[in-house]
């Protein structure tokens, strides 16, 4: 089982530039998630879904989009990339509430 | 307000110690799930435990032992005998909230360093 997928792995961009950062499931998990990791600050939650067609802000959306057209694609888009947003990105879905996060390999995103 | 705390930064014993990482949780909610995650120099999260929060049994998987405890809203990790591919990054999180509000919350985690 693939799981949950990320892509790209790394990814350098310049200020200013846009991207879209991708997470696929294969697993029927209508919970996904978007957090993020900076260095000593554990995950901050970006956007969540619970389910194809429904977003909701988590505790750091600024500078971010999201969208669920699907049950197994939640695509993470940064707009007009800034040296804030240089972090490791994490994709995670889950089946129903409590049972626990599936994260993807992660995204480590570098803004220049 | 709902929140996690690791108060260990920092954590370096010699393998074959015993370690016992600390999670405070603070929440108002009365249903509410704990966890903890690993996150070793590869970098990849893995899932470790779960419990609700109406069974406060310990837990023991070989060398890995939870202990919850609602009275002093704690959730502390204990490793026995630690071994150097313990070494790792160990998050706690709790997660809040009924139907759509499903979110997990990450405490800042421990870096737990084994020495050999």
């Not at chain 2, 406060?56 to 704690?74: A, D, H, L, V």
Request: aromatic letters at 14%; glycine letters at 8%; one cysteine or more.
């Amino acid at each position: 089982n693939a799981g949950v997928t990320q892509t790209p792995k790394f990814r350098i961009l310049k200020i200013g530039q846009s991207m879209t950062l991708q997470c696929a499931q294969d697993m029927n998990h209508n919970y996904m998630y978007w957090y993020r990791q900076d260095p000593g600050m554990g995950l901050k939650l970006i956007y969540y879904s619970v389910g194809a067609g429904i977003t909701d802000k988590g505790e750091v959306p600024n500078g971010y989009n999201v969208s669920r057209s699907t049950t197994e694609d939640f695509p993470l888009r940064l707009e007009l990339a800034a040296p804030s947003q240089t972090s490791v990105y994490f994709c995670a879905s889950s089946t129903d509430r409590g049972y626990g996060y599936t994260f993807g390999s992660g995204t480590r995103l570098t803004v220049v | 307000a709902q929140k996690v705390t690791q108060a260990q930064t920092e954590i370096s014993v010699v393998e074959k110690e015993d370690v016992t990482l600390d999670c405070v949780y603070e929440t108002r909610d009365t249903t509410y799930y704990l966890f903890w995650y690993k996150q070793p120099p590869s970098g990849e999260l893995v899932f470790l435990i779960r419990r609700n929060s109406f069974d406060e049994q310990n837990e023991i998987s070989g060398r890995y032992s939870w202990n919850f405890q609602k009275s002093t809203s704690s959730f502390n990790f204990t490793i026995t005998a630690s071994q150097v591919v313990d070494s790792a990054v160990y998050f706690c999180a709790l997660s809040v909230g009924m139907n759509r509000d499903d979110k997990i919350i990450f405490g800042k985690g421990t870096r737990l360093h084994i020495l050999p």
